[in-house]
């Protein structure tokens, strides 16, 4: 064959490769996951952590992280068009979120909604709350609200009720009649061989 044959050949080759190569590797980079970025304010010099790891302003974060901040120190957890929140200094929050929403778990101190596309819910010790922008949320419960008592799980019994009931009714009609057919009457045609 002639030489400038075997070199296009190659080079033809090559090229295919490295495209091929370059576009995998930019599909395996992105994963899909929403992030956002931390933003620390106040002493800046305090440990405010992530998933309890110091971090530092403009550190990424990911949905589910634990975010924990001193006494002296507070964060701005920017979300891009989901929101920004901001937890107080002092706070321990939960932070869980995807691309349109933002909900959380407060265990203590407080947060704050910045701005929102959406209400956001928050678990707090009192129960849960849907904040609009510019409404902020404590984790300990207001004075005049009772808070329920650990272990107290009134909210089940309508439940338990209901799969009781079903579970009457399934037995009291399979009792009824016993000659149930579970679909073992059908003719099965093969086709020939």
């Known amino acids: 064959m002639n030489s400038k044959l075997w070199i296009r050949k190659a080079l033809t080759m090559s090229l295919t490769v490295a495209i091929f190569a370059t576009y995998s590797m930019v599909a395996l980079a992105a994963d899909g996951r929403p992030a956002?970025?931390?933003?620390?304010?106040?002493?800046?010099?305090?440990?405010?952590?992530v998933n309890g790891e110091a971090v530092k302003s403009g550190r990424t974060i990911f949905s589910s992280s634990t975010i924990s901040t001193p006494e002296d120190a507070g964060a701005v957890v920017n979300l891009g068009k989901a929101g920004r929140i901001e937890v107080a200094p002092g706070s321990t929050f939960v932070i869980t979120f995807d691309d349109k929403s933002v909900s959380g778990d407060l265990m203590a101190g407080s947060v704050s909604v910045l701005n929102a596309s959406d209400a956001v819910g928050i678990k707090t010790l009192s129960g849960d709350l849907k904040l609009n922008t510019g409404e902020t949320a404590t984790a300990t419960a207001s004075s005049g609200a009772p808070t329920p008592a650990p272990?107290?799980?009134h909210n089940i019994w309508p439940f338990l009720f209901v799969f009781a009931a079903a579970a009457i009714v399934i037995i009291w009609t399979a009792a009824k009649d016993n000659n149930t057919n579970l679909g073992g009457g059908a003719n099965t045609i093969s086709p020939p061989r």
């Open 36 to 49: 956002g970025e931390i933003v620390i304010t106040g002493n800046s010099k305090s440990a405010v952590t």
């Open 151 to 153: 272990g107290s799980h």
